[in-house]
């Protein structure tokens, strides 16, 4: 395991050479690079002189808030089922600390997943992702990776699932996630659905196991993707209307009282805010998703045409090229593996993005972030205009 996440880590090699006056391009971040709307820095300045501790779930406002957004979606919600924290990492390592049995893990995935549950003592069991699948697993090689896992006497006890997909910008269609909640119900796991993108789903509402199976679906999410706001570290979790859920609810309460005791208070106030979806709020997410499907499908062409492999982006801001048609071309130049890539194109380019080794993937593949930077003006405002183009 890494001792310090590798897109930190590319984050903190890319801010160290801007420091010292490069012109660098930093694709290797999970960030939208788009600035907060005016509405949401106005609450947060308003909200600044709030600093007591509050209640380790967050206040009765950003709960509430929370329930609504989901009721809203579908999914009846009452403020006691939601908790906050600062980010929805610091969430997922919560409940991965205190779900029972090995952690069923989709590959490629997000590089926090297995090094958090290595640091939780929690055993893990790797199902490969194929290609083409949106992000998650085929049922078959779940089932398969399940018996073989019980034949060995381990106990899986909960699935991670990312729809839609990081790394790969893609989203799960509904028939398969309900095919994949069928078998997980069939071996009684817990699935954490990880839906920090699902606001980012460009064409159609990304589907949720919570559709499918409420009473075993924890659902983690945050305005870091969709708003933008990483930096303010808002996450949060809706834990399923259930005796379990409850016992889950005063687990991660226990958890987050004794690791970050709440969300800073002005942040619960942005969160209220953000969550009970002012008009400009839900204009801002619009756009963004505008423009990330359109630098997307850009670049995706970009990647296409350099003879990658590559599926169409249909969600976030990721794309996950595998490079090993050109292979042959890229070592004429003296380049035989991912991070011999990466560093090339650090070094020649000024541009970081990561290999898929940092995803548990093969080193073949890059992830690359889509920056609606490289469209003109700093607002989103601007960037909006200048691609002179109707309304979606
Ligand atoms: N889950 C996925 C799939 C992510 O890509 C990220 C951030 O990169 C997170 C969770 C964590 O987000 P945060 O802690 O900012 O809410």
């Known amino acids: 395991m890494t001792m310090h996440s590798a897109t930190l880590a590319m984050n903190e090699a890319m801010e160290a050479r801007r420091a010292a006056g490069e012109n660098v ?8 690079g788009l600035p907060v709307p005016e509405s949401v820095a106005k609450v947060l300045a308003t909200a600044a002189p709030l600093n007591s501790y509050g209640s380790v779930a967050g206040s009765n406002e950003a709960r509430s808030a929370a329930a609504g957004w989901f009721s809203r979606r579908g999914h009846e919600t009452e403020a006691s089922q939601i908790i906050f924290a600062p980010g929805s990492k610091a969430l997922l390592f919560g409940l991965l600390s205190v779900l029972d049995g090995d952690l069923v ?34 049922p078959a090689l779940l089932e398969a990776a399940l018996e073989s896992a019980i034949r060995d006497g381990r106990k899986p006890g909960a699935i991670l699932l990312t729809i839609p997909d990081n790394p790969t910008g893609t989203v799960a269609d509904a028939g398969h996630v309900e095919a994949i909640c069928r078998t997980a119900a069939k071996y009684d796991l817990a699935i954490i659905s990880d839906e920090i993108y699902a606001e980012l789903s460009y064409d159609s509402a990304a589907p949720t196991p919570l559709s499918v199976a409420p009473d075993r679906t924890i659902v983690t999410s945050g305005l ?24 889950l609810m005063q687990q991660l309460i226990g958890v987050g009282s004794e690791i970050w005791s709440s969300l800073a208070a002005p942040m619960q106030a942005v ?14 997410i619009r756009r963004a998703r505008f423009l990330h499907s359109t630098v997307g499908n850009a670049v995706y062409a970009e990647f296409i045409g ?33 991070p011999q890539l990466v560093q090339r194109l650090l070094d ?7 290999d898929g080794t940092a995803f548990g993937d093969d080193e073949s593949n890059l ?21 002179h183009s109707d309304d979606p």
């Open 25 to 32: 391009l930093h694709l290797g971040f999970g960030e939208a």
């Open 105 to 138: 893990l989709p590959c490629p995935s997000w590089v926090s997943y297995a090094a958090q549950a290595d640091l939780v003592g929690k055993a893990v069991i790797n199902v490969p992702i194929p290609q083409e699948s949106g992000g998650i697993p085929d």
């Open 224 to 247: 870091s993707k969709s708003m933008a706001l990483g930096g303010w570290r808002i996450g949060f979790a809706r834990v399923p209307k259930t005796d379990w859920g409850s016992e």
């Open 271 to 284: 969160a209220a805010h953000v969550l009970s979806e002012p008009l400009d709020v839900t204009e801002h």
């Open 306 to 338: 350099a003879g990658a492999l590559c599926r169409r982006p249909t969600a976030g801001f990721y794309l996950y090229p595998d490079f090993e048609p050109v292979r042959p071309r890229l070592a004429v130049k003296g380049i035989q593996t991912g």
């Open 348 to 354: 020649c380019y000024g541009v970081g993005v990561l």
């Open 367 to 387: 992830r690359a972030r889509v920056a609606t930077s490289l469209l003109y003006g700093s607002t989103i405002d601007e960037r909006w205009r200048s691609l």
